[in-house]
């Protein structure tokens, strides 16, 4: 089949698409490894700037104590109901941990923009509430991988 396209890259979304779409969607699902090997998945709001999901974790969570532990992360945000609606995004990489632990909002410049952004999408709001019981992560992913089976009924 040298020369022909696979259809899972028919159906990928485009980078555009793959912004907007997470531009909308407030829950992701993030798997961690805890430190005996354990996989773990949990739900969590985000935000996604265009090159970095960004988490905002409760830290005496499952989910965060794992991920002090082994920052490594799978996230996927998806939706649709019937199976030709469903699309989606799978984010894997590193986390990495940003701003004081808990966050109280100690001035952090990196943490600016991402703070505005998720208060708008997520509560509705220009500026950050700090409860003292959550902080950040951000993950830049290694690897993103799309899907959007809307685009199924183009292929025939």
């Not at 980078?15 to 005996?36: I, M």
């Not at 970095?52 to 996927?76: E, M």
């Not at 100690?106 to 999408?121: G, H, I």
Request: charged residues 30%; negative net charge; hydrophobic residues 40%.
């Amino acid at each position: 089949m040298a020369g022909t396209q696979r259809r899972g890259r028919k159906i990928m979304m485009t980078t555009d698409e793959r912004d907007a779409f997470l531009a909308e969607q407030r829950t992701c699902r993030v798997a961690t490894v805890a430190a005996d090997g354990a996989p773990h998945a949990s739900t969590l709001w985000f935000h996604w700037d265009g090159t970095a999901l960004w988490l905002y974790s409760i830290t005496r969570s499952k989910r965060w104590s794992d991920l002090r532990g082994d920052p490594r992360i799978a996230v996927v945000v998806d939706a649709g109901v019937e199976y030709g609606e469903l699309r989606g995004v799978e984010l894997s990489g590193t986390v990495e941990f940003v701003g004081e632990t808990p966050r109280t909002g100690e001035p952090c410049p990196e943490l600016t923009e991402p703070e505005r952004q998720f208060a708008r999408k997520n509560f509705s709001i220009e500026e950050m509430p700090h409860d003292g019981r959550h902080a950040w992560a951000r993950l830049v992913p290694d690897s993103i991988v799309s899907w959007d089976f809307r685009k199924l009924a183009a292929l025939g």
